[in-house]
């Protein structure tokens, strides 16, 4: 089962998804705020976060910013009433797994809970063409020789390192083990003749991939 942590300011609709996955999920903590949430969160340490989009002090970009800094291996789960492109976008740029909205069934959110647990990331129907519009242009166009070089895998590892994560971070971010991450980074070194993450980050940057 599970262990997930919930987060919602509106009370009365987190009881009711507590009572819902009653069951289903083992709720080990709830918070109605940004702070009351970062600091609950790091402390209990869930393997998934359901949390809102919109709250004050900052919303759930602000709690997942926080948590995912010291506690990459937690994911999180956006359940929001909000269907719009912009707030789906921000939170998965983010580093949310997965996307729904508040009219989701509680058999459809239980499955989503757990998929993201296996690393799997979920939208709501209507909201995954959304992020793929979004992503369709983050790698630059294949006229780049140099890009069209590394695999998809090998891109996604570059592009988490290019951003400063460490090597445990991008390992847990794609269920890699530490080892393959390794593989994968030298891999990229050698295939675009670069000899450090400096460069690898500096010839990221360059091509807008971060």
Known sequence: MTRLFLVDDHQLFLAGVKAELEGRADVVGVAADVDEAISSI???RPEVVLIDVHMPGGGGLAVLGAVTETN?????LALSVSDAAE????????GARGYVTKTISADDLAEAIDRVKAGDAVF????????LDAFAGGLPAPADQEL?????REREVLRLIARGFAYKQVATRLSLSVKTVESHVSAVLRKLQLSSRHELAR????????
């Open 124 to 131: 709501s129907p209507r909201l995954a063409g959304f992020v």
């Open 148 to 152: 069209d070089q590394l695999t998809p």
């Open 72 to 76: 990459p291996e937690i994911k999180f």
């Open 87 to 94: 707030d789906v976008i921000a939170m998965i740029r983010a």
């Open 203 to 210: 010839w990221a940057t360059d091509r807008r991939i971060v």
């Open 42 to 44: 790091r402390r209990t």
